[in-house]
């Protein structure tokens, strides 16, 4: 029965001893701290001006055709078939099996008012003229100048569609004669 009467008091005797362990300190210097600290906080960047374009239809897509809204053209009833659709089917001639990047525009030929590049690829020199074709991408020779050879491509967009592009091949420059 002793016990029990002097169980509480040692308990709150022994946790009276413990004190705030040195939390008050820990407490203190985070105040000190806090109060000595400058928030920096960048300010935000100016919005970027919008600059409206206009919209040319002869020039650009239709933004409300069906086929390129669905993706199928023949679900959207279009089933004509794209005029810039290759023919896979014809004989390739020697310089579409090489992409346009192995191959150097070197110098220009005229030859009864027709004009012709040499074009090199790897250690091999051709002529080519407007209306052969060239490079991986369908491309067909524009024109040729004394400064590079113009070509449209028929390449795949991102829905699949064949659309054009145009590619130049420009003359490389000699480094030995500066020409």
């Not at 014809?90 to 579409?96: G, I, Y």
């Not at 005229?110 to 052969?132: I, P």
């Amino acid at each position: 029965m002793k016990l029990e009467r002097i169980a509480p008091v040692l308990a709150a005797l022994l946790l009276g001893g413990c004190g705030d362990g040195g939390v008050g300190e820990i407490q203190d210097w985070m105040r000190q701290v806090e109060a000595r600290t400058v928030p920096k906080v960048e300010p935000l960047p100016a919005p970027k001006q919008f600059v409206p374009q206009g919209y040319v239809p002869d020039e650009a897509l239709d933004p409300f055709n069906l086929a390129k809204l669905s993706g199928d053209a023949a679900q959207a009833g279009l089933g004509k078939r794209n005029p810039y659709q290759p023919d896979v089917n014809r004989p390739k001639e020697v310089l579409e099996n090489f992409p346009l990047d192995t191959m150097q525009m070197v110098g220009t030929l005229h030859k009864g008012g027709v004009s012709y590049a040499l074009v090199q690829v790897e250690r091999t020199l051709y002529h080519v003229r407007a209306g052969q074709r060239m490079g991986q991408n369908y491309g067909r020779i524009v024109r040729v100048t004394d400064g590079a050879i113009e070509l449209r491509e028929a390449v795949q967009d991102s829905n699949g569609d064949w659309t054009e592009r145009m590619a130049t091949l420009e003359l490389q420059e000699n480094k030995e004669s500066g020409k």
